[in-house]
Nanobody
Framework: HVQLVESGGGSVQAGGSLRLSCEVS????????MVWFRQAPGKEREGIAG????????YYAGSVKGRFTISKDNAKNTLYLQMNLLKPEDTAMYYC???????????????????WGQGTQVTVS
């Protein structure tokens, strides 16, 4: 069965960097859409970075564009989120999610994504 397991969260000072990992298992070869979401206390979950594995196209929310980079290492079956120039407002629980449909299109709608990780906390002070 499909499993997504995030890691790499932690506490960092403003201006610092973190790299989140999302280890993926149970997905056979094929294209899919993978997205990082985050949820800050008292706020709705928001999509911030997406990847369509078929073309390698990446998508970013305006709040993280230029600071965050999504990527995937197919050999390791791991999705990454490199976060630079972190701000206190980046503090949130971060989740990776997957839509396994071949002809998916990346969107920020939570309803699109069938598979979710358990989340990893990022705190920026």
């Amino acid at each position: 069965h499909v499993q997504l397991v995030e890691s790499g969260g932690g506490s960092v000072q403003a201006g610092g960097s973190l790299r989140l990992s999302c280890e993926v298992s149970g997905i056979t070869e094929g294209t899919n859409c993978m997205v990082w979401f985050r949820q800050a206390p008292g706020k709705e979950r928001e999509g911030i970075a997406g990847l369509y594995t078929g073309s390698g196209a990446t998508y970013y929310a305006g709040s993280v564009k230029g600071r965050f980079t999504i990527s995937k290492d197919n050999a390791k079956n791991t999705l990454y989120l490199q976060m630079n120039l972190l701000k206190p407002e980046d503090t949130a629980m971060y989740y990776c999610a997957a839509d396994l449909r071949r002809f998916c299109a990346v969107s920020w709608s939570e309803l699109q994504y069938t598979y979710w990780g358990q989340g990893t906390q990022v705190t920026v002070s």
